[in-house]
């Protein structure tokens, strides 16, 4: 005989009444995807923590309002730690500068060496470089890459939390991804400078 | 397929989404076909995977075990104390199209008694006060007694807010001085002679006029508005000179509210 899991709404009543066992199942189900969404979007792990608390502070509150009918739960959930997340780094803040944060050559003239970009690089530095590649995505192409390739959510559940239409998160990502090859492709023009001076960066 | 239809779809195709299968099947002749673009989907198509490994790779990230315990101790802390459940607010439309109809309603009525005001204008207009001492009388007809110099200074500058005329640099005489000097009765005379010579309007109600304070008497005011406060009451005004004053009397109820006022010319 199998016991079935509760629904996040199922949990979500019991949350309202009061049931302490609900609000703690639910926070394990959920808090993982906001903590990941939170730390893939600021690359902070305090800050992720710090929202992750706060969004489940706000669902513990009477005037919490979730709609069932407009979408999952997680997708509301993560739509609260995105504001958040916003309002902590404020719009086109918060930006890793790949050269700054790399030692010996930038992660780009590493990561395409010769003909075979990401080949000669160990497994675990392409995803450093992948990491911060998004992270230095200017926010609106940033999320939409979070949300659709790193939480794996569709065009229609990222459209629902980004408030836009599905049409524009296609667009976005198309762009993201142009930006990500962009950003990790190797700058064979530049020869190595044993002083690399910080490059100023253009977001306009 | 072109290269320029190619870069529409090489996301999809590089994601591995769902697309329809001709369309999946020219781009991937076209790819075959074409150097530039199978190079650009070979990019794309190791941008996917090592998207993928990093989500998978963070996949077992989650909040430190502090995050619940405060979490969790905030809910326990929130079950203790009571909560004051708000009842849902039943918001009808019937109640929105109820006072949008009064709205309208009322905005009608509005035009209806300013276009009734301007069709009498032109006879009133003319009206010449008969004497000095009719313009003191109020609407109620029994009058009260005006405030003495002492209650209320001359020229003072007096906030109104219970009408819609202009609020500012409302200067107002006082009416019904007490017994004055020689100086002031002499004064006196010289404004009753002007006063006889002033051409008036109507008086246009201000705000909500209450007809109670009118019959308990009241007092008029002399004042000096802009000329755009006389546009306010759909005047004729000639707006080369917005800027000057124009004179008026206000009619001030025993409640101290100005219930009307008229131009005087």
Known sequence: MTVLKPTDNELLSGILAGDEEAFAALYRRRQGGIYRFALQMSGSTALSEDVTQEVFMILMRDDFNYDASRGPLQAFLIGIARNLIRQRLGREQFYVSMDDEQEGGSVSDRLYADDCPLEELSRGETIESIRKAVLSLPARYREVVVLCELQELSYADAAGILQCAIGTVRSRLHRARGMLIEKLRPQTTIEPAPDRVKQARCFA | ?265
């Open chain 2, 1 to 265: 397929m072109n290269c320029e239809r190619f870069q529409d779809v090489i996301s999809e195709l590089a994601r591995e989404s769902m697309m329809e299968a001709a369309e999946r099947t020219t781009a991937l002749e076209h790819a075959a076909q074409c150097r530039s673009c199978a190079a650009n989907l070979e990019q794309e198509q190791r941008l996917s995977e090592g998207l993928r490994a990093l989500a998978q790779e963070m996949s077992s990230l989650s909040a430190s075990a502090d995050v619940e315990a405060r979490v969790l101790q905030a809910f326990r802390e929130r079950k203790t104390t009571p909560v004051v459940v708000p009842l849902p607010v039943r918001r009808s439309r019937t109640r929105y199209w109820a006072a949008a109809i009064a709205a309208a309603l009322l905005i009608v009525f509005g035009l209806f008694v300013l276009k009734a005001q301007l069709g009498r204008q032109p006879d009133k207009t003319a009206e010449t006060l008969p004497s000095p001492k009719s313009v003191d009388t109020p609407v109620g007809g029994s009058v009260q007694q005006p405030e003495t110099p002492k209650d209320r200074p001359r020229n003072e500058v007096v906030n109104n807010s219970g009408g819609s005329a202009p609020r500012r640099h409302r200067r107002i005489e006082n009416r019904k001085p007490t017994i004055p000097d020689a100086n002031q009765a002499v004064a006196a005379t010289t404004n009753k002679q002007q006063r006889a010579e002033e051409v008036v309007t109507d008086f246009f109600p201000i705000g909500y006029v209450n007809a109670t304070s009118l019959q308990e008497g009241g007092q008029l005011l002399r004042v000096e508005l802009p000329r755009a406060a006389v546009a306010r009451f759909g005047l004729p005004v000639n707006m080369d000179r917005p800027g000057d004053r124009v004179k008026a009397d206000v009619l001030v109820g025993t409640d101290g509210l100005a219930q009307a006022i008229r131009f005087v010319q």
